[in-house]
């Protein structure tokens, strides 16, 4: 979780888009590791609950790291993490990693169907004008104010050898 919460903002989008989409099987594996999280069964993850189970598993956290780990995970501000979001940190690669599943979800984040992602799209997505343009800034690799497929992918593929 940890490695995820570095990924930029549009990759862990990404990979929230194809956390909802799961097949039952795939999504077995992700739900059962989240239940251990939610020890309330109320369907999130508080701080609280990260904190004890990181403690349960033998894994030492200050409250700052808690909280760091909970805001890396949480991609819609909310102070708590969801089934997705939880599912899009820890999902295998080999759910993710296939030239089709990277358009797909290209196509999805295209809010508009325009062939690129805007900040009108991110902000759609989103629903906060900063977070999405913080998003486009730190994605926009060549430096258009857009993001296209090829930047889209040079975003997804940045610490994955087995994308492209």
Same mark, same amino acid.
Do not use: N, Y
């Given at each position: 979780m940890r490695r995820y919460t570095q990924f $930029?903002?549009?990759? /862990?989008?990404?990979?929230?888009?194809?956390?909802?989409?799961?097949t039952p099987d795939q999504e077995a594996y992700t739900r059962e590791?989240?239940?251990?999280?939610?020890?309330? %069964?109320?369907?999130?993850?508080?701080?609280?609950?990260?904190?004890?189970s990181l /403690?349960?598993?033998? !894994?030492?956290?200050? =409250?700052?790291?808690?909280?760091? *780990?909970l805001r890396g995970l949480d991609l819609n501000r909310d102070n708590v993490v969801t089934y997705t979001e939880f599912a899009a940190a820890v999902m295998p690669r080999l759910y993710y990693l296939n030239d089709r599943q990277i358009y797909d979800v290209f196509l999805v984040l295209d809010v508009d169907h325009d062939g690129r992602i805007t900040l009108s799209d991110l902000q759609r997505?989103?629903?906060?004008?900063?977070?999405?343009?913080?998003? *486009?800034? %730190?994605?926009?690799?060549?430096?258009?104010?857009? !993001?296209?497929?090829?930047?889209?992918?040079?975003?997804?593929?940045? =610490?994955? $050898?087995?994308?492209?």
């Open positions: $930029p903002w549009l990759k /862990r989008l990404a990979l929230a888009v194809v956390a909802k989409s799961l590791s989240f239940d251990c999280f939610d020890q309330t %069964e109320d369907g999130v993850m508080t701080a609280a609950h990260l904190r004890a /403690r349960t598993r033998g !894994i030492g956290a200050t =409250d700052g790291e808690v909280a760091a *780990l997505l989103v629903g906060d004008d900063v977070f999405a343009a913080t998003v *486009l800034a %730190e994605s926009d690799v060549d430096g258009d104010g857009l !993001i296209d497929l090829a930047d889209f992918v040079a975003v997804l593929a940045a =610490d994955e $050898p087995h994308i492209l």
